[in-house]
């Protein structure tokens, strides 16, 4: 990486100039432009100390035909710029037909102040400031101001070049250049620990120049030393934050202003990042879509810089958490793939300021020699669920042949040598965009003419069949926006890149016969990426890149195993304390690439097909709370005026992106569970602006813990802690019966399908049945060693939840006896609550210590075990589709679940300790503390809010502990049936 310095006594100010002149005595017309002279022209590793407004005066080479007098010298004499570098001096001439110069110092064979004819034309100071430096090498770069290879000229013998300085004393110049000229004839290790301590010493002694404050009524609130990350360029300065603005001073002038500032206004997001494989960086993410990619010295530094600027009030558009439902609408369709991917780049530490970290994209399509693309033909897509290693099979035999002969014994064993992403990879596809990016990295050359990127198909066939080449894309092939739409394809410099073997001229890209130019090359991939296929297969290539095949016993499994080096955390860097062992480090992954931070640890959930929702005719069933805390029920309609229940109940709510059809057939991948077919968004619960409290009824004298409703909404059933079953007629408003089950608390209740029996959990370590029709217990079921906390019923099977830590499945089915038929102790703490899907094939219960298990039903075994919360899970609810699982806690969160993988899709933090959830697939509604019943979209995330929500449905702040809702077709005020959709919220209160 290249660092630049600025020396604490310069006192000459900014000068425009660029490269290299010539002998030939030609008086040259200045063109000037902004400076051709970057830090990529600088060599690894060097720094940019300073520079000095100067003139160079031509000298006749030997042999050189006629005189050129000292006169002739001056009048002809050329402006630019000496650039004093920790490796070299560079002339920059103001005239851009001109080539800058660049001496090395290890070229350089002297440097002193000249005395000759040539000082009496001089005016002023400059008579005893003539610069006299003789090199037996220069390297001539950026000649007419054009990006093309660096010329290394020798000269022989060497020769002499005059220069004067304008505004410093030519002895000013000559200690430092001296200096760095002595040093460049050190040993390599003692010439950079010499260098480290200079440039270490010079930073600490510099200070920001306040005088560039914007407002004088700024305060300062943090200060420290930074690098200011671009690519292939690490630039240091002073970071100074104020109570309004953001402000980086570099150490030298190669920026276009002194000091660069940003309001904290402006700023939208905050990003940790990792930088030369330390966590040091921080990504500042602006409204204009730019970023700042900052290093400090320390991830103590950086945090504290972090946690600055996040509380400080002027930063009014910062989001701390602005992506975290990304996850939900992608799935929903909401979220393209393409912003997808770049979201998760981002979330894990890729950045286009850093070539090593660059985002990376996938090959999504096999096919580049047609005339047309079939989007339709599964056989025009790469398979996404393979890395680009293992798409060959023949080429896969090889690296796995190779990684059974590896020694276990010396380091870790890998399939691929070389990496999916690296800067020379990246360059790769940006030669013709990025050029000097290139020279940069190459020495000052362009790669050979064949390993140049000059063909999508022959690049394809190389990463199918080149055992050093797996290299995957970048997002430039996949992005619509802006106007720079496929430029990284055109040669609009007209760049020598040469000649190919074959005689082919290496120009634009050639694109495969169904792209008509550049710029619809991508607009087809992008199209291809945002196709049904992929949607549908996408998850697989993340599982491979982010997720939990990236790296352990799946990754081997999955032929996706990388050198070591390039994971995070296969190295301690902040334990390596030679700085030269760290930079052979740094080395090393510039050459292997970084593997991005590992996101998920199970299978990354899959998009569902089409954005739409699976429909259900099943009426919501209330269930119970799964809370085991007195006694009020608070009745709120939610009424969408003019809507008719044909079109409610049932209808399809088209999304973003989907298909006009209210319907689509989705087939499963293999080996993924099929969740059943017929996808529509079906909307259960209608508008809520219109909803109003309609009764509030003391029917227990201690808290209600759970509830459940009757098909038509006409008859509520609770239980309480004061020990009794109470049926409430919600068409009367009023009781029906008081049944007393036991002695002890009930906690739960479940009604059958034909309402004629309820099953009611008490503490009592029981289950009993209670007859509806007779009006008595029919059964008591008993194989609990504590209290049952929670049921659930579907069909004939009931499971119940205890705070015995397990959970038990019976049957209550004629002749099935009062035995469980299944056990599952799979918690070490209590069951607080649980749910089954509505097929009977997969339950869920949650527990006091936050734990989350997913059992499947039909092998009576645990499927997967999450730490979902961090404290006690009070409600769990799977969707009526069967794909996701909502649940509530007591640490104040909400969060939605991926049932395939198990992956948390979603989460927020409600302020709040929560006791109650209820869904119908669309939207969720929990209840907690405070009294109040709030309500989230779960296709977009986002919280339901106006007039009428979040429902205060306790005013006195009582705790909500549980809900019951249900779409009615009659009004709780006239009982008449209008055929109009009344949904009601039941909210049970602990008072």
Request: net charge negative; aromatic share 10%; with cysteine.
């Amino acid at each position: 990486m290249t660092v630049y310095f600025k020396y604490s006594f310069r006192t000459e100010s900014f000068q425009d100039c660029p490269d290299y002149i010539t002998c030939d005595p030609i008086m040259f017309v200045a063109s000037r432009i902004k400076s051709r002279f970057s830090l990529t022209l600088l060599d690894e590793g060097e720094y940019y100390f300073d520079d000095f407004a100067s003139f160079y005066y031509l000298t006749p080479s030997p042999g050189h035909v006629g005189s050129l007098s000292d006169e002739e010298a001056f009048k002809k004499r050329v402006k630019g710029r000496l650039l004093l570098c920790s490796g070299s001096i560079l002339f920059d001439p103001e005239d851009t037909r001109l080539p800058v110069w660049k001496f090395r110092f290890v070229d350089v064979v002297s440097m002193e102040n000249w005395r000759g004819n040539l000082q009496s034309s001089l005016p002023g100071l400059a008579k005893a400031s003539v610069l006299l430096l003789r090199a037996s090498q220069v390297v001539e770069m950026k000649e007419n101001n054009q990006n093309a290879p660096y010329k290394f000229k020798k000269l022989d013998p060497p020769q002499d070049f005059r220069f004067t300085l304008s505004y410093v004393s030519l002895d000013v110049f000559l200690k430092q250049a001296q200096g760095l000229h002595r040093l460049s004839r050190l040993p390599r290790r003692e010439l950079e620990a010499t260098l480290r301590d200079t440039i270490q010493e010079r930073e600490d002694y510099s200070q920001f120049d306040h005088s560039w404050l914007q407002d004088i009524n700024e305060r300062q609130v943090h200060e420290a030393r930074a690098l200011r990350i671009t690519p292939l360029v690490r630039n240091p300065g002073r970071l100074l934050l104020t109570t309004e603005r953001l402000y980086f001073q570099p150490m030298n002038n190669i920026e276009s202003v002194p000091v660069n500032s940003w309001a904290l206004s402006s700023i939208v997001r905050l990003a940790k990042r990792r930088h030369a494989l330390r966590h040091v960086g921080l990504e500042i993410f602006l409204e204009d879509s730019s970023s700042i990619f900052l290093a400090l010295q320390s991830p103590s530094e950086r945090n504290d810089l972090q946690r600055v600027l996040s509380s400080l009030p002027a930063a009014t558009n910062l989001v701390q958490n602005d992506e975290s439902n990304m996850l939900l609408k992608w799935m929903h369709g909401l979220v393209s793939n393409f912003d997808y991917l770049m979201y998760l780049n981002s979330q894990a530490g890729r950045t286009v300021n850093d070539l090593t970290q660059y985002p990376v994209f996938p090959w999504v399509l096999a096919d580049y020699t047609s005339t047309s693309l079939d989007l339709t033909n599964p056989d025009t897509f790469r398979d996404l669920s393979r890395p680009i290693g293992a798409l060959n099979p023949a080429r896969l035999q090889t690296f796995l042949d190779r990684y059974a002969e590896m020694p276990d014994d010396t380091q870790p064993k890998f399939l691929y040598g070389t990496h999916y992403s690296t800067p020379a990879y990246v360059l790769y596809y940006l030669v013709r965009r990025a050029p000097d990016y290139m020279l940069r990295l190459q020495n000052g050359k362009f790669d050979a003419p064949d390993r140049l990127f000059h063909s999508i198909e022959e690049t394809w066939t190389s990463v199918l069949s080149n055992p050093a080449d797996v290299k995957e894309l970048i997002p430039e092939f996949y992005d619509t926006q802006g106007d720079a739409v496929a430029e990284f394809m055109y040669n609009a410099e007209n760049l020598d890149l040469g000649t190919k073997q074959s005689g082919v001229r290496v120009h634009d890209v050639v694109l495969p016969p169904w792209a008509r130019s550049p710029r619809n090359f991508v607009e087809k991939m992008r199209e291809a990426l945002e196709c049904e296929y992929v949607s549908q297969h996408l998850h697989q290539w993340i599982d491979l890149i982010f997720g939990f095949k990236q790296r352990g016993e799946e990754a081997v499994r999955a032929n996706n195993v990388f050198y070591h080096l390039t994971y995070e955390g296969a190295v301690d860097v902040e334990a390596v304390t030679d700085p030269a062992e760290r930079e052979s480090l740094e080395a090393q992954i510039n050459e292997f690439g970084q593997t991005p931070r590992q996101l998920f640890d199970r299978p990354h959930p899959q998009r569902l097909a089409r954005p739409l929702w699976r429909n259900s005719s099943e009426p919501l069933d209330a269930g119970d709370s799964g809370s085991v805390l007195g006694g009020t029920i608070s009745f709120l309609k939610m009424l969408e005026p003019g809507a008719p229940i044909d079109s409610v109940p049932g209808r399809t709510q088209e999304m973003p992106g989907s298909s006009s059809s209210s319907s689509l057939q989705s087939t499963p991948s293999k080996g993924r569970e099929d969740h059943s077919v017929t996808y529509t968004r079906t909307i259960k619960w209608p508008s809520t602006h219109d909803m109003q409290q309609k009764v509030s009824a003391k029917v227990h004298r201690d808290s209600v813990n759970a509830m459940c409703l009757s098909s038509s909404g006409r008859t509520l059933y609770t239980v309480s802690q004061d020990t009794t079953l109470k049926i409430y007629s919600v068409a009367e408003q009023k009781q029906q019966r008081s049944i007393n089950i036991c002695g002890l608390a009930l906690s739960a209740c479940q009604l059958t399908a034909d309402e004629k029996m309820i099953a009611v959990g008490s503490w009592d370590n029981s289950v009993y049945l209670y007859s509806v029709v007779n009006g008595h217990v029919t059964e008591k079921l008993t194989g609990h060693d504590d209290a049952v906390s929670c049921l659930r019923l579907v069909g004939d099977m009931l499971a119940s939840g205890s705070w015995d830590s397990t959970v038990k499945l019976w049957s209550l089915s004629s002749g099935s006896g009062k035995v469980p038929v299944a056990d599952f102790v799979e918690s070490e703490t209590p069951i607080r609550a649980l749910d089954m899907d509505n097929t009977g094939r997969l339950l869920v219960s949650g527990s006091e210590d936050g734990s989350l298990v997913f059992s499947d039903l039909r092998t009576r075994h645990p499927i997967r075990t999450l730490q979902a919360h961090v404290d006690a899970i009070n409600g769990v609810r799977i969707t009526a589709d069967g794909l996701n699982v909502v649940t509530c806690s007591e640490d104040r969160h909400a969060k939605i679940f991926d049932v395939t993988g198990g992956i948390e899709t979603w989460s927020v933090d409600t302020g709040v300790a929560l006791k109650c959830v209820q869904t119908d697939g669309s939207y969720f509604m929990v209840g907690g503390e405070e009294g109040v019943v709030r309500m989230w979209d779960m296709v977009r995330g986002e919280e339901v809010t106006h007039d009428a929500m979040p429902i205060e449905a306790f005013p006195d702040e009582d705790t909500v502990t549980c809900l019951g809702v249900t779409a009615l077709t009659w009004d709780l005020d006239d009982q008449d049936e209008d055929r109009r959709l009344k949904t009601v919220v039941f909210a049970g209160s602990q008072q």
